[in-house]
């Protein structure tokens, strides 16, 4: 029965399921594999949802999930996808 909270290096490796509610940037860096210098980045430029809590960062998970969705797109299984010039056109 393991009862220490996991640390921010072994978050890469889990679930969503077991990460807490409320993220520090460290953990989120591990989670998401981006240095946490281009997280505060994406803070500073108002593309990721934060919480401030005085002088401290937060992430809600949910939030981050929903973002990443939001950031994904999906190629078009017709093969007309984003490619161009994927076929050389006939001389």
Known sequence: MDQHPQTSSSLGQTGTAELPELLTAKELEAFLR???KTI???VQRGLI???RIQSN???R???V???I???SYTLHASGNGHRKNHRSSPE
Request: hydrophobic share 40%; net charge neutral; aromatic share 24%.
């Open 34 to 36: 981006i240095d946490v």
């Open 40 to 42: 505060y980045g994406y």
């Open 49 to 51: 949802p934060y919480i």
């Open 57 to 59: 960062l937060r992430f």
């Open 61 to 63: 998970k949910r939030e």
């Open 65 to 67: 999930l929903d973002w």
């Open 69 to 71: 969705a939001s950031q």
